[in-house]
C-alpha cells in the first residue's frame, strides 16, 4: 500500500484501508459500487459498499476536504438536517505515483433524493411546492444556527419523503461558513442566492422536458422568499 496514504476520522472503519484508494474513483470496480441516484456536481462523486453502510466518496482539493469535513462536523454537532462526515482520504496515489484527488467520505443519507430524482418519477401536482416549502424550513433552520451557506441550490440539497411532505438536508458544505449569528447582509444574500438558483434549476428541468412548462419558475423563486419569511 501507498505509504502516505493517511485516512483522518473520529473512528476510522477498518474497510476504508481496503478501498483501492490508487486509482480514481470513477475507475471503482462496479462490484463496490451502489447504483443509486446523484444529483449533478462539479466533483466526481460515487456511492460505495462498505460492509453493511454505503458512503459517498468525493473527490476534492485537499484544504476543500478539510474545510468541508469539519463544517460538516459543525453542524453535527448542532443536529442541524445535513450529511454526516465519514473521514478525508489524503496522500493518494496511482501505482506509478502519480498524485490522486483527497476525497471527502460521508454517510449515505439513506432514502435520500436528489430533485432531479424526484421529478423523474410519478411526479405530483404540487411536487414543486413540497420541494421548496423543505427548503425554505432547511434555510431557516442553518440560518437560526448562524450558518451561512453561500451556495444554496436544489444540486445541493437532498430530499427524503417525510409523511406526504418532504423533508430537505443540506449535502454540499463547501463554500459554507458558521457564526455565532447570521448579520442581515449574509442572511439576504443567501435567500437572493436561492432564489436565483432555484429559477435556474427548474428552467433547466423544464428544458430537459423533466417539469411540465406551465409551471412558472420565477414565481416559485418568489414564493420561496415569501415562504422563507413566514
Ligand atoms: N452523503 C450523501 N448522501 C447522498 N447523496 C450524496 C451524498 N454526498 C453526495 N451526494 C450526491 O452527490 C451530489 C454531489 O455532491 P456535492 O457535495 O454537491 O458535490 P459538488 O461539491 O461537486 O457539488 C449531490 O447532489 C448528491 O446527489
Ligand atoms: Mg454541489
Redesign the pocket.
Known sequence: MNPSLQIMAAQVDPGLFDLPWDTPIAEWPEDIIAA????????T?R?VYLGERI??V?E?GERVAYREYEMLRDLGRHDAPA??PVAIVTGRSTADGEPLSDALV????VF?L?YRAIFGQHQRQDSVRRLIDALSVLMVRLHLLGFYWGDVSL??T?FRRDAGEFAAYL??A?TGELYPSLTTGKREYDIDVARTNIIGELMDLQAGEILQMDVDAIEVGDTFVQRYNE
Open positions: 443509486l441516484p446523484r444529483g449533478i456536481s462539479r466533483h462523486v456511492f458512503i459517498a468525493k476534492i450529511v454526516e460521508t454517510e449515505h443519507l435520500s436528489p444540486s445541493n437532498l449535502v454540499d463547501e
